[in-house]
């Protein structure tokens, strides 16, 4: 693993907000980081820590005071489609079918016409077949995340990245997707950086989990996942590093939690009653 | 009495409950109250000079209209529902006519030629229906011209002002301040500048529908959500693929709002513009009818007027449906 080739190097990013009342955010300070090449990375931290503000750096939606991230050596400047991009709220378009929606990528690249006769396997890849004709407004949540994830992936995307995805969802249909995420990512191959806050999806999907702390955002620590690669969440190991990574998150949350803080803020601890 | 609650998931245009009562005697009073109207108009005598044949005629054709529907409607359960929701209304206008008969040309009591019965109404729409098809093409021909360049001006001129800061810059403050005029208070100046009514109407009509359109396909261009951009921005958007495939589609339903005032606007300023100055159309009917005293062509033509504009609204309403029908509330 070690040896895998850095496929987004970001060094020495900082990022402050400036709002309208002369009021600073550091939401990233000093942050440093390697993204290897089909990896699955997780970022994980508090609401507020700045993992949406780094997703979006890499994404290209946001640039930083100061630092860089680079893509294959290149610094990133603007988003493009070799970044594809998962938000929170899906963000399909309602006035598309969820056929349209995964076309959209083809269209805007002008490759439609050679590259039509995808759309089926995709759509096939998350298991919408028979949903091809339906409006967004039609479909589930869960459905609609899973659009969004074959949206961005028609494009073959260097990088996939996720924005809390499941966050919106119940924990029923959440354990479903992740297990559609983790057939995706061994299928395609992509590389896969994700944002979550909950630790038992950060455990089950990654190779690396990178813990952050928030006021000023940063990583405090890369936690590497030793799990063999089909995953059980009863698992021994599987428990103990869940509990590994909420002391990490524990201990990083010392740093702000004396601070004032909504408790709805924290990281949620699902399955940590069975951990401890 | 049951009051119309409006529930949160009720959409706000288009699908209508139907909750109006389950059995058919609604509909068989209405079908015998229609009868009695037919019945009062043939067997009282007239006591004024009123041809009441056409009358008589289209109250026979309601009747085996009313009655094939319901036939059919043993067939087509939705169609029942409809026919048993309106069959109340229809009980009432059964009614409305006898008396308003009754009244007129029966009793004279309302009189001529001010106060016309349904009969000489109709009589007059039969008689003079070649003069009511030119007028109703004519006002149709200038509406619809003045309507469709009217909302192709504002659509541009929205996207522009929605899109481009320049342009909102420079026209915004125009669309509000002009936007506001009601069209008619140009006619003064139309009929002085155009070289003919035609034109002039043509004029005002595009100033009614031009800047409601504009005005709302700018609102909806420049609400588009961010989100809608940065997702297509990663999907390998460039500046126009966000104005033709994020923006402008967004806008489609404001487009649809401005499109609906603008065409009541639009009624309104074809009317008055041609009452004043055209020499055609059903504005200019109506005009020339009232100096004549001819009150029954008056009141034919309002009820004219009436059926073309509800066809209006409702091809429109229809399109509406059907182009916005990826929205949430908007029926299949
Ligand atoms: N556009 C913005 N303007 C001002 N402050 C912002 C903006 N975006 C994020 N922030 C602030 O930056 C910090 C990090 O935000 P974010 O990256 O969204 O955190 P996370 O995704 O980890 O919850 C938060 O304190 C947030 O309030
Ligand atoms: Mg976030």
Redesign the interface.
């Given at each position: 693993m070690s040896k895998q080739e850095i496929l987004i190097n970001i060094s020495g990013i900082n990022r402050v907000y400036y709002d309208t009342t002369g009021k600073t955010t550091v939401a990233l300070q000093d942050v440093d980081l390697d993204i290897r090449k089909g990896e699955f990375i997780t970022f994980i931290g508090p609401s507020g820590c700045g993992k949406t503000t780094l997703l979006r750096l890499i994404a290209g939606l946001d640039s930083p005071q100061s630092g860089v991230v680079s893509i294959e050596g290149q610094p990133i400047e603007k988003p493009g489609y070799e970044r594809g991009f998962v938000f929170q709220q899906a963000a399909l378009f309602p006035w598309k079918t969820v056929e349209e929606n995964i076309a959209i990528g083809l269209k805007a690249r002008k490759v439609f016409k050679e590259k039509k006769q995808y759309i089926k396997d995709y759509i096939d890849l998350i298991g919408l077949t028979g949903f091809e004709k339906a409006y967004p407004h039609e479909i589930s949540g869960g459905m609609a995340q899973r659009v969004a994830i074959a949206r961005a992936l028609i494009n073959e995307p260097k990088v996939l990245l996720l924005d809390e995805p499941l966050g919106a969802l119940d924990a029923f249909t959440r354990i479903e997707l992740q297990t559609t995420i983790r057939r995706i990512w061994k299928k395609t191959g992509t590389t896969i950086v994700l944002v979550t806050h909950d630790v038992d999806e950060a455990v089950f999907l990654s190779d690396r989990i990178a813990i952050m702390t928030a006021r000023p955002g940063r990583i405090s620590e890369v936690i590497t996942v030793n799990l063999k690669p089909e995953r059980d969440r009863n698992d021994d190991e599987f428990i103990i590093l869940r509990r590994r990574v909420l002391e990490k998150l524990e201990l990083a949350g010392k740093h702000w939690s004396s601070r004032l803080i909504d408790p709805l803020e924290q990281p949620s601890i699902s399955g940590v009653g069975e951990a401890i | 009495m049951t009051k119309r609650i409006t529930k949160k998931s009720e959409p706000e245009t288009g699908h209508v409950e139907y909750w109006k009562p389950q059995s058919g005697w609604w509909y068989i009073s209405a079908v015998i109250s229609v009868l009695v109207a037919l019945g009062v108009d043939t067997l009282v005598p007239d006591s004024q000079f009123v041809n009441t044949l056409p009358y008589r005629v289209f109250l026979e054709i309601f009747i085996t209209t009313l009655i094939v529907l319901w036939v059919i409607s043993f067939k087509a359960n939705s169609l029942r529902k409809i026919l048993y929701h309106q069959a109340q209304f229809i009980f009432a206008v059964g009614i409305a006519l006898t008396v308003w008969d009754l009244l007129s040309t029966k009793s004279n009591i309302l009189q001529l030629p001010f106060f016309p019965g349904p009969a000489q109404i109709i009589s007059v729409i039969v008689s003079e229906r070649e003069t009511f098809l030119i007028s109703s093409y004519y006002s149709l021909r200038l509406f619809s011209v003045g309507l469709i360049l009217g909302t192709i001006l504002g659509i541009s001129t929205g996207i522009l002002i929605g899109w481009y800061q320049q342009w909102y810059y420079w026209l915004f403050p125009i669309l509000k301040v002009i936007g506001i005029i009601p069209s008619i208070a140009w006619i003064p100046i139309a009929v002085v500048v155009f070289p003919n009514s035609f034109i002039a109407g043509l004029f005002l009509i595009v100033i009614a529908s031009w800047f409601p359109v504009a005005f709302m396909v700018s609102v909806g261009i420049a609400s588009t959500?961010k989100?809608?951009y940065?997702?297509?921005?990663?999907?390998?958007?460039?500046e126009r693929?966000l104005l033709t495939?994020?923006a402008i589609?967004?806008a489609?339903p404001d487009i649809f709002t401005g499109l609906t005032t603008a065409t009541g606007f639009s009624f309104l300023t074809l009317i008055v513009s041609e009452m004043i100055g055209a020499k055609a159309g059903l504005g200019w009917y109506i005009n020339w009818a009232k100096t004549w005293s001819a009150y029954d062509k008056v009141y034919a033509s309002i009820v004219i007027m009436a059926i073309v504009f509800s066809i209006i609204l409702a091809v429109l309403n229809s399109t509406r449906n059907y182009v916005l029908?990826?929205?949430?509330g908007i029926s299949k």
């Amino acid at each position: 693993m070690s040896k895998q080739e850095i496929l987004i190097n970001i060094s020495g990013i900082n990022r402050v907000y400036y709002d309208t009342t002369g009021k600073t955010t550091v939401a990233l300070q000093d942050v440093d980081l390697d993204i290897r090449k089909g990896e699955f990375i997780t970022f994980i931290g508090p609401s507020g820590c700045g993992k949406t503000t780094l997703l979006r750096l890499i994404a290209g939606l946001d640039s930083p005071q100061s630092g860089v991230v680079s893509i294959e050596g290149q610094p990133i400047e603007k988003p493009g489609y070799e970044r594809g991009f998962v938000f929170q709220q899906a963000a399909l378009f309602p006035w598309k079918t969820v056929e349209e929606n995964i076309a959209i990528g083809l269209k805007a690249r002008k490759v439609f016409k050679e590259k039509k006769q995808y759309i089926k396997d995709y759509i096939d890849l998350i298991g919408l077949t028979g949903f091809e004709k339906a409006y967004p407004h039609e479909i589930s949540g869960g459905m609609a995340q899973r659009v969004a994830i074959a949206r961005a992936l028609i494009n073959e995307p260097k990088v996939l990245l996720l924005d809390e995805p499941l966050g919106a969802l119940d924990a029923f249909t959440r354990i479903e997707l992740q297990t559609t995420i983790r057939r995706i990512w061994k299928k395609t191959g992509t590389t896969i950086v994700l944002v979550t806050h909950d630790v038992d999806e950060a455990v089950f999907l990654s190779d690396r989990i990178a813990i952050m702390t928030a006021r000023p955002g940063r990583i405090s620590e890369v936690i590497t996942v030793n799990l063999k690669p089909e995953r059980d969440r009863n698992d021994d190991e599987f428990i103990i590093l869940r509990r590994r990574v909420l002391e990490k998150l524990e201990l990083a949350g010392k740093h702000w939690s004396s601070r004032l803080i909504d408790p709805l803020e924290q990281p949620s601890i699902s399955g940590v009653g069975e951990a401890i | 009495m049951t009051k119309r609650i409006t529930k949160k998931s009720e959409p706000e245009t288009g699908h209508v409950e139907y909750w109006k009562p389950q059995s058919g005697w609604w509909y068989i009073s209405a079908v015998i109250s229609v009868l009695v109207a037919l019945g009062v108009d043939t067997l009282v005598p007239d006591s004024q000079f009123v041809n009441t044949l056409p009358y008589r005629v289209f109250l026979e054709i309601f009747i085996t209209t009313l009655i094939v529907l319901w036939v059919i409607s043993f067939k087509a359960n939705s169609l029942r529902k409809i026919l048993y929701h309106q069959a109340q209304f229809i009980f009432a206008v059964g009614i409305a006519l006898t008396v308003w008969d009754l009244l007129s040309t029966k009793s004279n009591i309302l009189q001529l030629p001010f106060f016309p019965g349904p009969a000489q109404i109709i009589s007059v729409i039969v008689s003079e229906r070649e003069t009511f098809l030119i007028s109703s093409y004519y006002s149709l021909r200038l509406f619809s011209v003045g309507l469709i360049l009217g909302t192709i001006l504002g659509i541009s001129t929205g996207i522009l002002i929605g899109w481009y800061q320049q342009w909102y810059y420079w026209l915004f403050p125009i669309l509000k301040v002009i936007g506001i005029i009601p069209s008619i208070a140009w006619i003064p100046i139309a009929v002085v500048v155009f070289p003919n009514s035609f034109i002039a109407g043509l004029f005002l009509i595009v100033i009614a529908s031009w800047f409601p359109v504009a005005f709302m396909v700018s609102v909806g261009i420049a609400s588009t959500p961010k989100v809608y951009y940065e997702a297509a921005l990663t999907l390998g958007a460039n500046e126009r693929f966000l104005l033709t495939n994020v923006a402008i589609p967004n806008a489609v339903p404001d487009i649809f709002t401005g499109l609906t005032t603008a065409t009541g606007f639009s009624f309104l300023t074809l009317i008055v513009s041609e009452m004043i100055g055209a020499k055609a159309g059903l504005g200019w009917y109506i005009n020339w009818a009232k100096t004549w005293s001819a009150y029954d062509k008056v009141y034919a033509s309002i009820v004219i007027m009436a059926i073309v504009f509800s066809i209006i609204l409702a091809v429109l309403n229809s399109t509406r449906n059907y182009v916005l029908r990826w929205k949430k509330g908007i029926s299949k």
